[in-house]
């Protein structure tokens, strides 16, 4: 019965327009998730590559990871209620939820940057010095493009985070698609709660994809591990098998 009247509240028009039709809500949580990763990468990718590059200050990476644990509901009924006072107008309600977001987003687009760059293999790195590449050539042209992927792992987790915790986010009076969530219980329209639950996930899975696709053209198949056939007419992955590996000097005497 209620799948039934939650499909029916999706398939309703009158439900996807006005100020408080689903379009316009969706319209609400890109726009507050597409705030949120924009402040959130232009803090926390290029210091996370910086920290891998120098390898200083890898304590604040040790620090972003520990704030995952902070809970998210918590954070956002601290930070509301500090800005209570403290601010007014739309800032009052936008203010503390885009902050809590962003705190939220930092620590996996900073462990990807991290990690993409510090795992970049040194020998490409002293391959780069050798032809005699500056240390911002190196990380431009060597270090970036092979950490493309592990960014991209980390932009897409902290994207997904982002579009959640919006959802509750929705407590402090903001829009966006937990309002369904909120106002549904209010009036008992259960319907509403599940329709809601929906769209969000279903969003979530639509900037997951496109994430996904614009990774597939921005990366190198040999770095994000695609399967390219090669000569042989077999399957290679980017690394090298070492099964498969043959020493020049045993294929000459064989």
Known sequence: MIISQTWQWLIDGSHWTGANGILHRIEEHVL???ITLLIASLIALPLGAWIAHS????WLVSIANALRAIPSLGLLCVIGMWASGRVSGDLALTGPSIVVLVVLAIPPLLAGAHSGV????PAARDAAKGMGMTGAQVF???ELPCALPLIFSG???ACLQVIAT???AAFLGI???GRYLLDGQASGEYQVMIGGSVLVALLALVIDL???LVQRYAVSPGLSGRRTRGRSGGRATGNLDPSVVTDPEEATAS
């Open 140 to 142: 431009g042209k060597v």
């Open 166 to 168: 919006a959802t509750i």
């Open 118 to 121: 510090s795992e970049v293999d």
């Open 175 to 177: 829009g966006g698609l």
């Open 155 to 157: 932009l897409r987790s």
């Open 210 to 212: 496109l994430f996904g």
């Open 55 to 58: 390898g200083r200050g890898g």
């Open 32 to 34: 507050y998730t597409i």
